[in-house]
């Protein structure tokens, strides 16, 4: 449909006032014009004949932007402080590197922190200062639009950066610092936050007044220097959400015999109802911040005396004995917690006070817990299988016939049940070293992997009019704090000791008082608590989804229009909301398109925007409507859709226009946007130039162009990020659209990101059926809004480096306006403090979020670590798949602050340094072998792998948007996900038996076993399928026996399959059964769906299969048996 779009000042022989946009008008054969009656303010003349679907835009004389009904006030400044606050580092630091140090270690000095007045302070006491965790290793100060803490430019805000190194590997072998943390790697910031429109604070239209600060945040006493760089926060605001987890949670009275007031709840584990309570043990003042809602918030408190911290050795040992029984008939996920009794008589030798007891207490006071784990010293016993000396090169079959299983940490069985499932929360380390020092030694990453919103088919979800939290650092009571006795337990993370409300002493799912220890908080590492109104800030949004769609000559040639109208149609009953659901279209070529929805109107109406250098809000009031309300008109204009540009001649791309338009629709409520770009921006804001030169793609030498050539994305990714809106970003191109630039708006604002290269609905019909998959299942998953996530951790160990997609908002508070099931995230850490004391260390990650039906949620993961002192232990509880997605992160951040060969370097320095180190002090075998631990064993075929991903490799063609979303994955994909990217898995599937079969919904899934990624392991009478994460190939080889292709593949030999193949048919016999169940298996519960291809042994294609076979020499890199003798020599040498 063509249109004649104005450039003049005047409409319909109307004047319009100077500066407005011109409108055009659309003479196209259709429906007979209507009358619009616009808005006041928008010119003289308020009647303009407009058709329905093309509607001419108004005029503007400036109109007042819509109020934001929370209030403008919303957001505002942080923390204050000086450059005197910061950590200087020692003279004599040994050279930089990828994370880690070798030297002294106690490479830094905390510098005392000097009280100044400011008149906004997010969490303190009056005449005390509270200081974030701050990292320097230079003086320097940040360039224009360096992410440091929500503040751009400012003289205040300071960022470790080190010459020579960043982000943490090494950059020679044996050189290891604490990494600095630049662009994608969030670092910790020093959180001077003035007020900005960039990255705004989190805090209430409360402030006080000039030098004082609110009360309630922190102990009256000024913590010492350890303490004060240590957050004092407050409750976090999570957000979550579980595709398949319904959270019927309602409160019901119960009447209890016992004059006991307590609170009653519902507890739901997918299907099963219970009635559960939980309280804090004081009221908490009105929370002034998001930070507040999460880290804090309570009234000044009493410093806690050692003998609260420790009792008295006459008070341990006349402990009440174990108390409580079993909850009768247990939901699945309740079912995994002995009786106390059944313990009662374990170890009793006592290690040290600041040991933990489990919360099902089978141990009559503290001591005896941390004595059970006291002789965790791995080489006092049978060598661990994790210690098992490997030689490299003579067994290099090494690759395990089924998936590698995560590390299971070396803690008792009861708190190995206990424990928070390592698909959600896993450390690099499953045996955390007792000091930096040792750390150092190990010369491995130490870091948390999360994937805090999975879906999950069993959750305890708890209803409660308050939640039980340490009074001092926050901490959510969980299966790992100890119950002194039963009014008081201490906490597994600060070991403050707190008293035990009286609403907690009862169970209301047994209706008996006195077991504190047997709710379900204390006997799962997973929980949800429906959040009360403490718990917010503003009146929880309603799901607000916004889709922005390019419509230029070059979108409408591709097709997906159609692809995304039809989805969208088929799914728009199965979005995810409630009554209050809104939803917007707004389309984009030269010009910015917006559509009237409201209720009442017989058809929809366009309003266009052509001033795109002033873009506005033609109308307030309609561009977001209700769902319910107009679902007819939402119908109508996506049937009408994929038609309505058909005919288009525009070839320009007004995308960071129509962001800012998006952006000004969203701003009173918050939401997702969901923005579908198809080539390089041109005009207005945020236009972009070509950078790639298509003759360095196979270049081996430096690639340029990693990093954003624009801020304007990123400046507006944090603009969205402080007004709870999330941007997705779905780029469908043929041709280079620069990613490196406009993935900042999703990367900053806590956004996905979808590539779909070379996508058009006829000439590349397997993207279309991907893109239609990925959008089923993007638009049907759980959501959750106005997200902040805090990570907490031991007395002793700090978080210094984030990554993911978030903002960082302060020292370990992530930003997150929308949360989404598919998303990872990393964390890096290290051992400021000695953990001699305990034998346990802890980790708690809170999200707080608003439910698509508007309940706030907090959704909590606990993990729980051993404490070693050796380094043979830190060793045998390596998980190597962790460790390797850690340093993948750690690599994408060297790549685009240093260089792509600077990164490879660490990576190949990361796997010498290590299997050196363990040579050196551990292994006492023959020198001129690689020996590795057998925990660390894949280690180099994983790092080959890494060098060998579209991120990293050299010497083979490789387009600059694709390396850039491969870097993208890297950073924010979960680790099962991850791994399957880097390290692809091969099955032999043309004699598919039922041995070692596994049932799944009444259908019988083989097992075939793995392959290594070696073409030895081919067979041309074979058949083979590689899972790549995001495509699966079938290669079929030339002798390939025909009973399989007709039975499988429906082809009567191989001569007669065609070149290209994406589709198994379905044929009634039992190969083709179980193959066609083994290929949906491995489909289920992806974020991302794999495309079959099938591969002739001749065909072109063949060559994407080829350079997955990772252990083969190829252009880009060397093969395994060539990297194991490379690594060897860098040993001895």
């Not at 100060?141 to 805000?157: A, D, E």
């Not at 250098?613 to 009408?640: G, M, Q, Y």
Request: net charge neutral.
């Amino acid at each position: 449909m063509s249109a004649s779009r104005f450039g003049s000042n005047e409409l319909n022989g109307m004047p319009v006032p100077k500066g407005g946009a011109a409108a055009s008008q659309h003479s196209q054969n259709g429906p007979a014009p209507n009358k619009m009656q616009l808005a006041s303010g928008f010119g003289p003349s308020q009647n303009f004949t407009v058709h329905p679907i093309r509607h001419s835009q108004a005029p503007y004389s400036g109109a007042p932007p819509s109020k934001n009904q929370y209030g403008t006030n919303y957001y505002q400044g942080g923390l204050q402080m000086t450059a005197g606050d910061i950590r200087q580092p020692q003279p004599n630091v040994g050279p930089t590197s990828m994370g880690l140090y070798q030297g002294p270690p106690q490479a830094y000095v905390r510098t005392p922190l000097q009280p100044e007045p400011m008149a906004t302070y997010l969490g303190s006491n009056p005449g005390t200062v509270g200081v974030h965790p701050l990292y320097q290793t230079g003086t320097s100060l940040p360039s224009s639009y360096q992410p440091v803490g929500g503040s751009y430019g400012s003289n205040t805000s300071y960022y470790a950066t080190t010459p020579g190194s960043v982000q943490g590997l090494p950059s020679q072998p044996g050189q290891y610092v604490p990494s600095a943390s630049l662009g994608d790697t969030h670092p910790v910031p020093l959180s001077s936050v003035p007020v900005s429109q960039y990255g705004q604070m989190f805090s209430s239209p409360a402030q006080s007044a000039a030098g004082q600060l609110p009360t309630g945040m922190l102990p009256t006493a000024v913590p010492s220097v350890t303490q004060s760089l240590r957050p004092q926060q407050g409750p976090l605001a999570y957000h979550s959400g579980s595709q398949s987890v319904s959270a019927a949670v309602s409160s019901t009275p119960v009447s209890i015999n016992s004059s006991i007031s307590a609170s009653v709840a519902t507890v739901t584990n997918q299907g099963y109802t219970g009635i559960d309570s939980s309280s804090t043990s004081s009221a908490s003042p009105v929370p002034n911040s998001y930070d507040a809602l999460e880290g804090g918030g309570y009234t000044e408190q009493p410093p806690v005396s050692s003998s609260a911290i420790t009792p008295p050795a006459s008070q341990t040992s006349n402990m009440a004995k174990p108390f409580g029984y079993g909850y009768p008939a247990l939901q699945p996920g309740y079912q995994n917690t002995p009786s106390p009794q059944a313990h009662s008589n374990l170890l009793s030798s006592n290690v040290g006070p600041s040991g933990f007891q489990q919360s099902i207490q089978p141990y009559s006071n503290t001591d005896q817990l941390s004595a059970s784990l006291g002789g965790l010293s791995l080489h006092q016993s049978q060598q661990p299988e994790g210690l098992r000396p490997v030689n490299l090169i003579q067994d290099r079959n090494i690759l395990p016939h089924a998936p590698v299983i995560p590390v299971v940490p070396n803690l008792n069985p009861q708190m190995k049940k206990l424990n928070c499932n390592p698909d959600l929360f896993r450390c690099t380390l499953t045996n955390i070293p007792q000091t930096q020092g040792l750390l150092n030694k190990a010369k491995l990453p130490l870091g948390l992997l999360l994937h805090p919103f999975r879906d999950l088919t069993q959750l305890p979800v708890i209803t409660s009019s308050t939640i039980v939290r340490c009074r001092s650092c926050r901490t959510y009571i969980n299966p790992f704090v100890s119950f002194l006795d039963q009014k008081r337990w201490k906490c597994n993370i600060c070991y403050r000791v707190n008293d035990v409300p009286e609403e907690f002493m009862y169970n209301p799912l047994t209706r008996s008082y006195g077991e504190p220890h047997k709710r379900p908080e204390v006997q799962n590492a997973t929980v949800e608590f429906i959040a009360s109104s403490d718990y917010m800030l503003r009146p929880p949004q309603p799901a607000v989804y916004l889709f922005i769609l390019d419509v230029s000559h070059n979108a409408v040639e591709s097709g997906y229009l159609n692809t995304f109208s039809q989805s969208l149609l088929e799914t728009l009953d199965k979005l995810p909301g409630d009554s209050r659901t809104k939803i917007g279209f707004v389309t984009f070529d030269s010009t910015v398109h917006f559509y009237n929805l409201q209720e009442g109107l017989s058809q929809p109406q366009m309003l266009i925007v052509s001033d795109i250098d002033d873009v506005f809000l033609p109308t307030p009031d309609s561009l977001l409507v209700n769902l319910h309300e107009s679902r007819e008109l939402i119908t109508d204009l996506l049937k009408a859709l994929p038609n309505m540009f058909c005919s288009t001649r525009e070839t320009h791309s007004a995308l960071g226009p129509a962001l800012q338009a998006s952006f000004k629709l969203l701003s009173p409520t918050g939401g997702r946007m969901s923005v579908f770009q198809t080539q390089l921006p041109s005009l207005g804001a945020g236009l972009l130039h070509s950078r790639e030169d298509p003759n360095q793609r196979s270049s081996t030498k430096g690639i340029q162009h990693l990093g954003p050539a624009t801020d304007f994305y990123k400046k507006l990714a944090l603009d969205c990020s402080g007004q709870q809106i999330a941007v997705d970003l779905f780029l469908l191109s043929s041709q280079y659209s620069d990613l490196a630039s406009i993935a900042c708006i999703s990367k900053y604002s806590a956004g996905c990101i979808y590539y779909y290269p070379s996508f058009h609905h006829i000439h590349n019909v397997s993207q279309t059926e991907r893109l239609q998959k990925d959008l089923k299942r993007y638009l049907t998953r759980k959501i959750g809004f106005e997200a902040v996530m805090r990570i907490r951790c031991t007395r002793g160990l700090s978080i210094h480096t984030f990554h993911g997609n978030f903002f960082v908002r302060s020292t370990d508070l992530l930003a997150l306006a929308n949360i989404n099931p598919d998303s990872g995230y990393a964390v890096q850490m290290s051992v400021d403090e000695s953990l001699a004391d305990t034998s346990l260390a802890c980790f708690q990650a809170a999200l707080l979020y608003t439910s698509s039906k508007g309940e706030r949620r907090i959704r909590v993961h606990t993990l729980c670590l051993p404490v070693v002192h050796s380094l043979a232990d830190v060793y045998a509880g390596a998980d190597v798949q962790a460790i390797t997605c850690l340093l993948a992160s750690m690599g994408v951040d060297r790549s685009v602050t240093a260089s792509l060969s600077d990164a490879r370097d660490a990576l190949v320095n990361a796997a010498i340094d290590s299997l050196s180190a363990y040579r050196s002090t551990v292994s006492n075998l023959q020198q001129s072998a690689l020996i590795a631990p057998h925990s660390l064993r894949l280690f180099p075929l994983y790092i080959l792998a890494l060098l060998k991903q579209k991120a990293f490799r050299t010497g083979t063609s490789t387009r600059l948007d694709e390396r850039v979303f491969d870097m993208c994955e890297m950073k924010c994909q979960p680790v099962a996900h991850l791994m399957r990217l880097i390290h692809p898995s091969l099955y032999r599937i043309d004699r598919l038996s039922d041995e070692a079969s596994i049932h799944v919904n009444d259908k019988v899934v083989p097992q075939p076993p793995l392959q290594q990624l070696s073409s030895e392991k081919l067979t041309r009478d074979g058949a083979f399928l590689m899972d790549c994460g995001v495509v699966l190939y079938l290669w079929v080889g030339k002798n390939c026996k025909e009973a399989f292709i007709s039975e499988v593949l429906g082809y009567p030999n191989y001569a007669a399959l065609p070149m290209k193949l994406t589709q198994l048919p379905e044929l009634d016999n039992p190969l083709s059964e179980k193959t066609r169940a083994f290929v949906s298996w491995l489909r289920e519960n992806r974020c991302l769906y794999p495309v079959l291809h099938v591969i002739k042994d001749e065909a072109p294609a063949k060559t994407e299969f080829f350079q997955h076979l990772i252990e083969d020499r190829m252009d880009s890199g060397l093969s395994y048996y060539e990297f194991l003798l490379h690594i060897q020599q860098q040993i001895t040498k």
